[in-house]
């Protein structure tokens, strides 16, 4: 196997991974770097469980290959908090128990953030629609919506 360094910034940190050209995104976060928020799920980019940001974009990490990561910069779930205080959109998922099994939490937190970032006040039925390739198996979607809500309104400026 042909295996390449790449270098990129991963949650504000400048960073080398030694990948081969198959290995996906999740795959590289979680082998090199144990990062583990993103989950490898569907495998077909269809459940959001492993959404990144990637230059600030939502992206599958199941399905970009991770030597297009070389250059960027990489956002994950694990960079949102700070040790002492969680995220806005964090802190509304465990308010309203936006959550059970938390399998796909980190993919719709991402989501939400990316959501949030373009339209900070987004009624149901945009929440419903941004957020329509993430999947919860355990059918947490009212807790969620409220929870994007709740965020929202957290982030607002004074």
Do not use: W
């Amino acid at each position: 196997m042909v295996t390449r360094t790449i270098s990129f910034t991963l949650n504000g940190r400048a960073v080398n991974a030694e990948v081969q050209s198959h290995h996906n995104l999740v795959e590289m976060l979680q082998s090199q770097f144990a990062l583990t928020g993103a989950r490898e799920s569907c495998g077909q980019g269809l459940c959001g469980c492993c959404t990144v940001m990637v230059d600030g974009l939502a992206v599958s990490g199941c399905l970009f290959l991770a030597m297009r990561a070389d250059g960027t910069e990489v956002t994950t779930v694990e960079n949102l908090a700070t040790p002492k205080t969680l995220d806005p959109v964090q802190q509304a998922f465990i308010d309203c128990g936006a959550f059970q099994c938390g399998y796909c939490t980190s993919g719709f937190i991402l989501m939400a953030k990316s959501l949030l970032a373009e339209n900070p006040d987004p009624n149901d039925d945009e929440i419903k629609d941004y957020l329509a390739g993430n999947l919860c198996r355990c059918a947490a979607y009212p807790e969620i919506i409220d929870a994007v809500k709740t965020a929202a309104r957290n982030t607002k400026p004074a």
